[in-house]
């Protein structure tokens, strides 16, 4: 399945380190990022992630980061297959 | 430099180890024997790497530890300055959060927060790191309030139980009172949330069978009648044989890791699944929970229900104990001491709440079968990294905690000599830790490995080079002695254990002897492995 989620995050040292850190432990992919900082210490981030496992392996473990203020899943959708 | 200096006219106990990892160690030896958090410290560079390996035991252990390294001045970093390493970076995964702090200003503030977030909802090990500049600031102007994420959905469960775990709660006693053959399968976090009492009541109204995981035992009353002890890779047989007949599990602060369930698709093939954890993340990670319940333990036990009834389980697991009790005393023909002996021997002549910690490896393993815990919080060893060297400076801390307690360190021969510069400390401050040197003169669960599971080949496994480890204790301004004999064994450890000085006894053991039972490596924990190579039952 491939999922579109969007974090709200306090822009920190090291926040985007960690958040991709999680992804990559956890054993999703990343296919897309995106993000738009917002004053001086808030920062949105959607990213485009592809996995074999339940999405709320990753969710759960983002949840856990100290700079994380919320998440939200937007889309799920099955991947395509491969040629 | 400048912190050391504040030291001087400071108030705060400081120990000095002779290596950051045996500071490390030796604080989360206080934290754990104490359920609190302890303070570690490294200069920058170097000394914060040397710190690193403890940290992520402390992470995989869940143990309340603040970690403050130093750091090049901020003018310098990024610049590949001398000692400077990017200690944030190599944080990030074996720490809950880790701290740069910018500016003085901003010093108390983080200092607080990452004291706070140790202990908050499941422990672990929160990093400070620290530039010289901030060091040498003065604290002029109003410290500044840090601002913080308003967090949305973390943690909302820590101290109400909200309507999610409510209707966990309710499915889980539905579960309960139509299980036939329920087990309680009882972790570290158990402990670590305070509610070891709670958990107790729980059996007692119930009469439910428990099992323990290694990070678990001691938490059930040693003489609850269906205590039924270890499971797992090197479990006692009725935890194990119990579990995968059961047809609920009732996990309390556990993680279900890959050494306690064996392999996982056919661990506890017929049961259903009760989960409480304080860090939802566990829940579903290695297994479904049909009843979730992501909250503090102290809060749930006391709503779960207690009038079932599974007389005929009761009696089962009652029979799986008789069936496997084990003699282990000392006959007066043995020539060789056995490790498993040896410990229960040493368990009988301990107070209830005296400490052991260990290394790692195959006495590590016979600690944990063959003495007697009251609490967790006597039983330091390491679990979820399985950190050769933990022992002694675990038992430093352990002992600067507990003064009034005798602290044994069972040390591996391979294991002892990774933190073994830590005998400098020991004599330095007098502490007074019993140090057991387990020598089988290898690396003996290697070698286990290596003889049942690749055909015998023995790869560098092989310690018969040792030194003569009671020399070198004496050296260091200890008093030692071996022990080689099956006939000195109580004498020399009723010596022991009355010293009040730092102490060692140097144990010589066969090489040969292995730890049983043992479920081979991915494999259903139903086929243990005992000494004679036969799968029981
Ligand atoms: C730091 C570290 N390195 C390597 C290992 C892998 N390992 C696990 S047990 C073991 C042997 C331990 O030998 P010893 O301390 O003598 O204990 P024994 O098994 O002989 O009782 C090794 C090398 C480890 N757990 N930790
Ligand atoms: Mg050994």
Not at chain 2, 106 to 121: C, F, K, V, Y
Not at chain 2, 233 to 245: F, I
Not at chain 2, 364 to 378: D, E, K, L, N
Not at chain 2, 413 to 424: H, V
Request: some cysteine; charged content about 20%.
């Amino acid at each position: 399945m491939q999922y579109q989620i969007e974090l709200q995050l306090h822009n920190q040292p090291a926040v985007l380190e960690r958040v991709l850190q999680v992804v990559r432990y956890r054993q999703f992919h990343l296919e897309g990022m995106q993000m738009q900082p917002e004053g001086q210490d808030k920062l949105t981030v959607q990213l485009k992630v592809s996995g074999q496992h339940s999405i709320n392996i990753l969710t759960s473990q983002l949840n856990k980061l100290y700079d994380l203020a919320r998440l939200t899943i937007q889309h799920e959708m099955p991947l395509k297959a491969t040629a | 430099m400048p912190l050391y200096d504040a030291m001087l006219d400071s108030p705060v106990s400081h120990y000095l180890t002779r290596h950051e990892q045996g500071a490390a160690f030796a604080a989360i030896g206080q934290a754990r024997s104490s359920n609190q958090t302890a303070v570690c410290i490294g200069t920058s560079g170097p000394g914060a790497t040397n710190l690193l390996t403890a940290v992520a035991d402390a992470k995989l252990d869940s143990v309340p530890l603040l970690v403050l390294t130093g750091q090049v001045p901020t003018s310098a970093m990024g610049s590949d300055a001398f000692q400077e390493v990017d200690v944030l970076g190599l944080s990030l995964s074996i720490t809950k959060h880790s701290f740069v702090v910018e500016r003085i200003e901003q010093l108390p503030e983080i200092l607080q927060s990452a004291w706070d977030l140790t202990i908050e909802g499941r422990p672990g090990p929160v990093l400070v790191d620290i530039p010289k500049d901030v060091f040498l600031a003065e604290l002029n102007a109003q410290p500044e309030t840090v601002s913080k994420p308003g967090k949305e959905n973390f943690n909302s469960s820590i101290n109400e139980l909200d309507n999610n775990n409510l209707q966990s709660i309710a499915i889980a006693n539905q579960l309960l009172k139509s299980s036939q053959k329920p087990v309680l399968y009882v972790g570290g976090g158990v402990v670590m949330g305070h509610a070891q009492q709670a958990l107790n009541e729980f059996l007692q109204d119930t009469g439910m069978p428990a099992v323990s995981t290694l990070k678990g035992l001691g938490t059930v009353d040693k003489d609850y009648a269906l205590n039924l002890g270890m499971l797992g890779m090197h479990g006692l047989p009725p935890a194990n044989y119990a579990v995968q007949e059961a047809d609920l599990l009732l996990v309390a602060g556990a993680r279900l890791d890959d050494r306690a369930t064996g392999k996982l698709n056919e661990f506890a093939p017929n049961a259903k699944l009760i989960h409480i954890d304080i860090d939802a993340a566990e829940i579903g990670k290695r297994r479904a929970a049909d009843a979730a319940i992501k909250a503090d333990i102290k809060q749930v036990l006391p709503k779960l229900c207690r009038e079932i009834q599974f007389a005929d389980w009761q009696a089962r697991c009652a029979n799986l104990q008789q069936q496997y009790q084990q003699n282990y005393v000392f006959s007066p023909q043995e020539q060789q001491i056995s490790g498993p002996k040896l410990l229960r021997m040493l368990s009988n002549k301990l107070n209830h709440s005296d400490i052991v910690c260990c290394d790692v490896g195959q006495h590590q393993m016979w600690v944990a079968q063959h003495i007697q815990f009251s609490s967790p919080t006597s039983h330091l060893s390491s679990g979820g990294l399985g950190t050769m060297g933990f022992g002694l400076p675990a038992a430093i801390g352990a002992q600067l905690e507990n003064p009034q307690k005798n602290v044994v360190a069972v040390c591996g021969d391979g294991s002892f000599m990774m933190n073994i510069q830590e005998l400098a400390t020991l004599n330095r401050y007098r502490i007074p830790v019993k140090i057991l040197v387990m020598d089988n003169q290898r690396l003996g669960m290697v070698k286990q490995w290596q003889e049942l599971f690749n055909e015998e080949r023995y790869s560098e496994t092989n310690l018969s080079d040792n030194p003569e480890f009671s020399k070198v204790a004496q050296a260091f301004g200890l008093e030692a002695d071996v022990l080689e004999s099956v006939a000195d064994v109580e004498a020399k450890l009723d010596w022991f254990l009355q010293s009040d000085s730092p102490s060692l006894l140097h144990v010589r053991l066969s090489s040969q002897e292995n730890v049983w039972p043992i479920v081979p490596p991915n494999t259903a924990n139903h086929n243990m492995m005992e000494e004679h190579h036969a799968i029981s039952n």
